[in-house]
């Protein structure tokens, strides 16, 4: 069944906004408690504005449903899954810890199978036809969630779930992940870097998290060499940089590739207000980029996209970065303006700089193997 066109699908849950990380406190550090960075407030009021502005209401609003193990499991090896399940259901303790930073409260193993679930449901909502492309507000967030243990806030990796959803019962030959949140997506990377069926692109501050992940030499492995792609940015880097990245890199590896599916890793966490970066993007470069990944889709595959909400530790700016992300991919403009664009987009050093450029320009030449990968291998049937 052919898509729809104008119709954008919307998937959240008020479970998602009860997955609880904890509180940041060290004594003997000096660290008083304080609400964790991952805490529900950036993305129940980027609900909340989605609500007032009157988008909310024009879009096909979606259920998600959990993920089943089988359905996680091939992400994730039975026995990680089995022991998130077993924290989850231990309630001696106010939190368990799946991996570096990915702490959980009791009963976290339900929302997080929710969300890789939300994040299969998006998928076959596109997939059948019923909306032209889904944005999925999910929690906790997954790209840093490797195979065996969670990471960076993570407990499964949503978008890798899709993915290999997509592959699996739909039967693609060629799915795409770009991944324009701040950090590495080192999960997803790891989960298809020997598989040519998923390109991977990931736009990112170079060196932040995880450390020592997101080389630009990270091109994939065994078969899957030449599909995983990097564009790691200088700290500083802003709108010049980006947009760089973006049509130099990250559209013309998309048209090499010719994806019958567009997933994207949407993080917010490059704006210029987030705590846990040094990048200075406003609102409307992150509207710009999704709607330059929703062009692709439309030229590339029929705009079949599936947007995946990730990281964004702002509360106060990530409703903004995320509504004109939104706005992109349903075609709807709301009233809202956001009220600190002029400030971010009058900074000094927006301009795509010289060190920047020399970073997109490694990227860069990458893109002549991925395009002897992708005519090399089998032409994928429309689906």
Not at 33 to 62: C, D, I, M, Y
Not at 103 to 127: K, S
């Amino acid at each position: 069944m052919a898509a729809i066109s104008g119709r954008t699908g919307y998937l959240y849950h008020e479970s998602y906004f009860w997955h609880n990380a904890g509180h940041i406190q060290n004594f003997r550090a000096h660290v008083e408690a304080w609400r964790h960075w991952e805490n529900p407030e950036t993305k129940r009021r980027f609900h909340n504005l989605v609500a007032v502005s009157g988008l909310l209401e024009q879009l096909t609003h979606l259920k998600p449903r959990p993920a089943t193990e089988a359905e996680l499991a091939r992400i994730h090896c039975p026995d990680y899954i089995r022991r998130v399940r077993e924290m989850s259901a231990d309630e001696s303790k106010g939190h368990h810890t799946a991996g570096d930073v990915a702490t959980f409260a009791p009963g976290g193993y339900d929302i997080a199978a929710l969300a890789a679930g939300g994040a299969i449901e998006a998928v076959d909502a596109v997939m059948a036809g019923r909306v032209r492309n889904a944005y999925a507000l999910v929690r906790p967030p997954g790209h840093h969630a490797e195979r065996a243990e969670g990471m960076g806030f993570c407990i499964f990796n949503n978008v890798a779930v899709a993915a290999a959803h997509a592959l699996e019962v739909h039967g693609l030959a060629r799915v795409a992940v770009v991944d324009f949140d701040v950090h590495h997506g080192n999960g997803t990377q790891h989960a298809f870097e020997a598989d040519p069926r998923v390109l991977f692109i990931s736009v990112h501050q170079d060196s932040n998290y995880p450390l020592r992940s997101g080389y630009v030499t990270e091109n994939g492995v065994g078969a899957g060499e030449g599909t995983t792609l990097n564009v790691p940015l200088p700290p500083g880097s802003g709108s010049g940089a980006y947009r760089a990245a973006f049509e130099r890199v990250v559209l013309p590896a998309l048209e090499a590739y010719g994806p019958q599916l567009l997933l994207v890793s949407a993080g917010y966490d490059a704006s210029y207000m987030d705590m846990l970066a040094a990048m200075i993007l406003s609102s409307a470069d992150f509207g710009w980029m999704m709607g330059r990944l929703v062009e692709a889709a439309g030229r590339l595959c029929g705009g079949r996209l599936v947007a995946l909400h990730e990281g964004g530790y702002s509360e106060l700016y990530v409703p903004f970065c995320a509504l004109a992300a939104l706005e992109e991919m349903s075609g709807v403009k709301t009233e809202v303006k956001d009220p600190w664009l002029h400030e971010v987009t009058s900074w000094g050093y927006q301009e795509l700089q010289p060190h920047q450029d020399a970073a997109v320009a490694a990227a860069e030449q990458l893109l002549p193997k991925l395009r002897t990968v992708a005519a090399a291998a089998p032409a994928a049937e429309a689906k």
